[in-house]
């Protein structure tokens, strides 16, 4: 006669079986928080059918059979957990792999809108030196002369790396710069010659809207 634990687990393999086919619709259709609880039903399910599993073995143990005979009718119950075990590493890869993802895409997504934002202020400083010149806050001829001393001035002898954008290197060039060419005495259009001079193109480019005056000089050091 069968017994009432057999029935127990007879029924939570069937419930494995319908349980394990629904995990390549599931995974087809993406959606994480659905893969998610799907992979946990399935822990639930396979938690419940070892410790039925136990349970059964114990029973028959009890009951006189044979330690050969108790093993072999728990091969199929164990084979059953070890592939749904499989199939929950895969479901925990794929969350993994799906999260890597998003975090990528989170961080793609942040380095275009600090870019964007960094235009938009270069743009709004270039904007609003052009309106102060436009008013006679800044006088465009006033310039001439000091860009002319700028070839009359007599360069010193530069021992600074050029500054290659990262953020690692700023304070470093910027104390050694600050030190030979920005705590002198030269016309700040100078010193701004200087600057862009010790920059890489790539970065030289980003400040090329800036105009070539002192209060642009005053912009590039703040920026």
Not at 58 to 71: F, M, N, R, S, Y
Not at 155 to 162: G, N, Y
Not at 166 to 184: C, G, P, V
Request: glycine share 4%; proline share 2%.
């Amino acid at each position: 006669m069968e017994k009432k634990s057999d029935n127990f687990i007879d029924t939570e393999r069937q419930l494995l079986k319908l349980t394990r086919s629904k995990t390549k619709a599931i995974l087809e259709k993406g959606n994480l928080d659905k893969i998610i609880r799907h992979k946990e039903a399935l822990g639930k399910i396979v938690k419940e059918l070892e410790e039925l599993k136990i349970q059964g073995e114990k029973d028959k143990l009890q009951e006189g059979e044979a330690i050969e005979d108790v093993q072999k009718w728990g091969v199929d119950i164990e084979g059953e957990i070890d592939e749904t075990d499989c199939e929950i590493s895969h479901l925990n890869q794929y969350l993994t792999e799906a999260e890597a993802r998003t975090e990528n895409e989170k961080r793609e997504k942040e380095k275009i809108l600090l870019k964007q934002q960094r235009d938009e202020e270069l743009y709004f400083e270039k904007c609003k030196l052009e309106q102060m010149a436009s008013l006679g806050s800044v006088s465009v001829k006033s310039t001439k002369p000091e860009q002319a001393k700028v070839s009359s001035v007599k360069m010193p002898k530069l021992v600074i790396t050029k500054y290659d954008g990262t953020y690692e290197r700023w304070l470093s060039f910027w104390n050694k710069f600050e030190a030979e060419i920005d705590n002198t005495d030269l016309p700040a259009v100078t010193k701004f010659s200087y600057l862009k001079e010790l920059l890489e193109p790539h970065v030289c480019d980003e400040i090329d809207g800036l105009p070539f005056t002192m209060e642009g000089y005053t912009v590039l050091k703040t920026f």
